[in-house]
T-cell receptor, first 111, second 111 residues
Framework: QKEVEQNSGPLSVPEGAIASLNCTYS??????FFWYRQYSGKSPELIMF????GDKEDGRFTAQLNKASQYVSLLIRDSQPSDSATYLC???????????FGTGTRLTVIP | DTAVSQTPKYLVTQMGNDKSIKCEQN?????MYWYKQDSKKFLKIMFS???????INETVPNRFSPKSPDKAHLNLHINSLELGDSAVYFC??????????FGQGTRLTVV
């Protein structure tokens, strides 16, 4: 079982819709969760992190964490074509002292 | 002003050659990383240094050798390059334990 799993997509949503990106993780003891955005041919960019159960909002982005279900999600409200990118979920495992990445979900926002 | 810069951006070389990738950060961060991203976009850590001290050394062939002359620089030397080494290599830095800023990447192609 991979440490972090994501649906590779592609996920297509119309402009203005809500994009929902999901991620599950295997290590129940994980405490910190991160979302990175990677445009094609560019480097990953850290956009959100969450440590506690519940929601964390930053502008149009909301990260949600459910530790009991070992599930993390990223919601993008009012999706824009400029949000089209691959979104990487990452989980920090304290025991391994390491950050594990999922393979990413490719999002396309259709104008 | 580039926060994390790595050179070269592209590297095409023949099998068996030795090559180096350089990385520098001007953010004053204590921790630097090398990541490898394969053709399926899977991002995996290779090494991490904190204040010039190696703290993460994942299972990579010993043909890969990192060197950190000071906390602002982390270079990657690769001996006897193989076809399977072809990938994009990212340098990153952080003040904490999670890579926050990535360089633009070095696309290595071994022919």
């Amino acid at each position: 079982q991979k440490e972090v799993e994501q649906n590779s997509g592609p996920l297509s949503v119309p402009e203005g819709a809500i994009a929902s990106l999901n991620c599950t993780y295997s290590d129940r003891g994980s405490q910190s969760f991160f979302w990175y955005r990677q445009y094609s041919g560019k480097s990953p960019e850290l956009i959100m992190f969450i440590y506690s159960n519940g929601d964390k909002e930053d502008g149009r982005f909301t990260a949600q964490l459910n530790k009991a279900s070992q599930y993390v999600s990223l919601l993008i409200r009012d999706s824009q074509p400029s949000d089209s990118a691959t979104y990487l979920c990452a989980v920090y495992q304290t025991g391994a002292n390491n950050l594990f990445f999922g393979t990413g979900t490719r999002l396309t926002v259709i104008p | 002003d580039t926060a994390v810069s790595q050179t070269p951006k592209y590297l095409v070389t023949q099998m068996g050659n030795d090559k180096s990738i350089k990385c520098e950060q001007n953010l004053g961060h204590d921790t630097m990383y090398w990541y490898k991203q394969d053709s399926k976009k899977f991002l995996k850590i290779m090494f991490s240094y904190n204040n010039k001290e190696l703290i993460i050394n994942e299972t990579v062939p010993n043909r890969f050798s990192p060197k950190s002359p000071d906390k602002a620089h982390l270079n990657l030397h690769i001996n006897s390059l193989e076809l399977g080494d072809s990938a994009v290599y990212f340098c990153a830095s952080s003040q904490g334990r999670v890579a926050a800023f990535f360089g633009q990447g070095t696309r290595l192609t071994v022919v």
